[in-house]
């Protein structure tokens, strides 16, 4: 008996320690969702990707051929199953610059879903998938 428990002590204390991921790092890519109810379909002609790191996103088109374009970039905080996501630049003009956007998030698998209602009333659900 006495030889489980410094084993297990080790292994509680080194469950204690955060590791400062989240479970957004990494590099995801647009697969679709849904606008307003409607299906709203990736484009075949180019692929969106987001980079998360701890804090921080950053938002690319890519397409062949071509060298790829930061679209948006910001700041974000999970807090559950919410995700506050602050636009901090925009490529073109955005009315969510600067604003701070409340997600729902889903993360089953490789899938992360974000769901929102969009400060302009279009309610929201964009699926990503992680590919690094």
Partial sequence: ????????LIILSLCAFKSGTTPFEGIWEYRGGLVNGHLDSASSAYKLQRTYNATQY?????????KPVVYEQGTYQ?????????Q???VQQSK???KTVKYNYIISNDTLKLIAKLPNGNLIEDHWVKVK
């Fill in 88 to 90: 901090t630049y925009c």
């Fill in 78 to 86: 999970l807090n559950a199953d919410t995700c506050l996501e602050t």
């Fill in 96 to 98: 969510l610059l600067g």
């Fill in 1 to 8: 008996m006495k030889k489980l428990i410094l084993p297990l």
């Fill in 58 to 66: 950053q938002a690319l088109v890519l397409e062949k051929g071509e």
